[in-house]
Nanobody
Framework: QVQLVESGGGLVQAGDSLRLSCAAS????????MAWFRQAPGKEPEFLAG????????YSGDSVKGRFTISRGGANKTIYLQMNSLKPEDTAVYYC??????????????????WGQGTQVTVSS
């Protein structure tokens, strides 16, 4: 069973960039599709970006398309979320998630059984 630990969050200003990392352990990294979600207070989890097992395909949520990019490193068992042109409305807790399923709805939070503890991103105006 995979364990996930996010890092890289913090307080930034509008227009800044930030890169989040999610380190995986306890499983075979290439067995898992991965994704980033975020959740603001009082809101449902929002899909941001996903990547398949091999890293050959990536998916982006409409609200962050063109600004956020997901990538995965194989040897270091880590996925990244590069966030550019950050806005105050990007403020949320950011989570990485994993699934071992072969077929899954990549943008659905319920499709991912494994989650990290989250990292806070706050964007000031």
């Amino acid at each position: 069973q995979v364990q996930l630990v996010e890092s890289g969050g913090g307080l930034v200003q509008a227009g800044d960039s930030l890169r989040l990392s999610c380190a995986a352990s306890g499983g075979t990294f290439s067995d898992y599709g991965m994704a980033w979600f975020r959740q603001a207070p009082g809101k449902e989890p929002e899909f941001l970006a996903g990547v398949n097992r091999s890293g050959s395909s990536t998916y982006s949520g409409d609200s962050v398309k063109g600004r956020f990019t997901i990538s995965r490193g194989g040897a270091n068992k880590t996925i990244y979320l590069q966030m550019n042109s950050l806005k105050p409305e990007d403020t949320a807790v950011y989570y990485c998630a994993a699934t071992g399923a072969y077929r899954y709805s990549y943008d659905a939070s319920w499709a991912y059984p494994y989650w990290g503890q989250g990292t806070q991103v706050t964007v000031s105006s």
